[in-house]
Structure formats: structure tokens, C-alpha cells
């Protein structure tokens, strides 16, 4: 089965693509990034790139699934619109795909990856190189993030039944 992981942003959006065989022991990262827009482009324009760059992914990977950052409490206010338009274009694009999209909160995806709710984000990439037994750390966070929400679909659905 492969997944999709995204951690929206405007400036920043977040991927990762991972494959699960319940037959082997953990899953597998296929790719993972970001997909990055400038401050030049208009916000309009920037959302095209975002949507445009996703769905080349989509093509390329084929994923089955997709396991997306859910808002539900932002602390700088100034930026909860444009990540929420971006999360929307991710929203539409996975719809119109057909994929089964599973929304989780940061706070439900730490709980699922590290036990715990309220830990860092330092703790929880972390425990996802160690999980994942990567021998390179993932950079940035918003890619580490993609992998987390992916995994949080494994944990919860794949691994038991879907």
C-alpha cells in the first residue's frame, strides 16, 4: 500500500510517500521534500504551484491513500489563512483523485508517533529516524512532519485492517 503524507504550508508544504507491506516489519520511504513557493508570487499564483507540484507527485507515486495535517489551533495568526487555503487546494486535489484522506491534529499525530501529545519536535523526528532506521536525518521538519502523518495512517489503519 503506499501513502502520501503532507504537512500544508504556503511557503512551505511538506511530502512524503511511503510504501507498507504488512508482511515486512516497517515501512518504507519512497520520497520525501518539500514543495516551496516564493513571496514573489502572488498568493493566488503560489497555491497554482502548490497545487500543480502535488499533483505531478500524485502522478509520479500513484499513492492509495493520504494522511494530511489537520488544523486546529495556530499560534500566529497572520499565517492560519494562507496555510488553510493551501490545505484546501491539498484537500481538492486529493478528492478529486479518489484517495482516502485521513486528517490527524499535531497533537494526534505526536500522541500516535511518540505516545505522548505534547512532545517536541525534536522528539518526535527522533523517534521516526529511529523507527524508520534512517541513517541520514531528514530535513526539514515540514518533511519530517509529512513522514509522521503518513505513519500515523499506518499506525492506526494499515497495521490493523482498513
Keep these: 500500500m503506499r501513502v502520501i503524507g ?3 504550508g504556503t511557503a512551505r508544504l511538506g511530502f512524503a510517500i511511503l510504501d507498507f507491506d504488512k508482511k515486512n516489519s516497517a515501512p518504507v520511504i519512497i520520497d520525501c521534500g518539500i514543495i516551496s513557493t516564493t513571496k514573489e508570487l502572488s498568493e493566488a499564483e503560489r497555491l497554482c ?3 500543480k507540484d502535488l499533483q505531478e507527485i500524485l502522478n509520479i507515486y500513484k499513492p ?3 494522511a494530511i495535517e489537520k488544523l486546529f489551533f495556530f499560534k ?3 499565517t492560519i489563512i494562507p496555510v488553510a487555503q493551501a490545505r484546501g487546494v491539498c484537500m481538492e486535489l486529493l478528492a478529486n483523485q479518489n484517495l482516502c484522506i485521513n486528517e490527524y491534529t499535531p497533537l494526534e499525530m505526536k500522541k500516535i508517533i511518540t505516545g505522548n501529545g505534547m512532545a517536541k519536535k525534536d522528539f518526535v523526528s527522533k523517534v521516526i529516524h529511529e523507527f524508520l532506521e534512517l541513517k541520514q536525518a531528514i530535513k526539514p521538519d515540514d518533511a ?3 513522514i509522521g502523518l503518513a505513519l500515523c495512517f499506518i499506525r492506526t ?3 490493523t485492517k482498513i
Design 6 to 8: 503532507i504537512d500544508p
Design 49 to 51: 504551484e502548490i497545487r
Design 64 to 66: 492509495e491513500y493520504a
Design 76 to 78: 500566529n495568526l497572520k
Design 144 to 146: 519530517v512532519d509529512a
Design 157 to 159: 489503519k494499515a497495521m
